[in-house]
T-cell receptor, first 113, second 113 residues
Framework: GNSVTQMEGPVTLSEEAFLTINCTYTATGYPSLFWYVQYPGEGLQLLLKATKADDKGSNKGFEATYRKETTSFHLEKGSVQVSDSAVYFCALVGGGSNYKLTFGKGTLLTVNP | NAGVTQTPKFQVLKTGQSMTLQCAQDMNHNSMYWYRQDPGMGLRLIYYSASEGTTDKGEVPNGYNVSRLNKREFSLRLESAAPSQTSVYFC????????????FGPGTRLTVL
């Protein structure tokens, strides 16, 4: 079946630091890959996505590249802000199902001023 | 547009009680989903409805039933609540398949004593 593994948290950074959250996946076929973000007390919202190999998703300064050869979709941001503090989820759809989002366990990011 | 709305926001039940979680979307989406979120587990799909009139089991359907009342509404019912069902429940919707962006509601925090 499909699975997503993302780095354990929590991650604590200072403002303007570089962020990387690693995500690797297992799936058959050609899944679509997503990063969702959950701010405190809220539901999840899409941060970025990529639907085929070598695609780069980007939004709000965050980027992730779909690497089929390494089955990875790492999230990066060059300079984090306090407002980026949230839980980040890597997820995929595909590999035999077009409806079921499979999530990683989430990574809590805290950015200190 | 309200997006995806869920009621109630919070609920406390005793073991064996029943309740229905309500979800509605105003984006004219075809597909709707119910997830549960537990600490360290990410989100897991309970049931989904690919289109009006259809429902299918997800990863963790035991102890739950769903109804796709119409295109807008998708309810989740716990017939006999158990402490293991203590969780945060999220409803989501997407235009068609899961490869489309899924939009999440704010969640229902359920405690079963």
């Amino acid at each position: 079946g499909n699975s997503v593994t993302q780095m354990e948290g929590p991650v604590t950074l200072s403002e303007e630091a570089f962020l990387t959250i690693n995500c690797t996946y297992t799936a058959t076929g050609y899944p679509s890959l997503f990063w969702y973000v959950q701010y405190p007390g809220e539901g999840l919202q899409l941060l970025l996505k990529a639907t085929k190999a070598d695609d780069k998703g980007s939004n709000k300064g965050f980027e992730a590249t779909y690497r089929k050869e390494t089955t990875s979709f790492h999230l990066e941001k060059g300079s984090v802000q306090v407002s980026d503090s949230a839980v980040y989820f890597c997820a995929l759809v595909g590999g035999g199902s077009n409806y079921k989002l499979t999530f990683g366990k989430g990574t809590l990011l805290t950015v200190n001023p | 547009n309200a997006g995806v709305t869920q009621t109630p926001k919070f609920q406390v039940l005793k073991t064996g009680q029943s309740m229905t979680l309500q979800c509605a979307q105003d984006m004219n989406h075809n597909s709707m989903y119910w997830y549960r979120q537990d600490p360290g587990m990410g989100l897991r799909l309970i049931y989904y409805s690919a289109s009006e009139g259809t429902t299918d089991k997800g990863e963790v359907p035991n102890g739950y039933n769903v109804s796709r009342l119409n295109k807008r509404e998708f309810s989740l019912r716990l017939e006999s609540a158990a402490p293991s069902q203590t969780s945060v429940y999220f409803c989501a919707s997407s235009e068609e398949r899961g490869t489309d962006t899924q939009y999440f509601g704010p969640g229902t925090r359920l405690t079963v004593l």
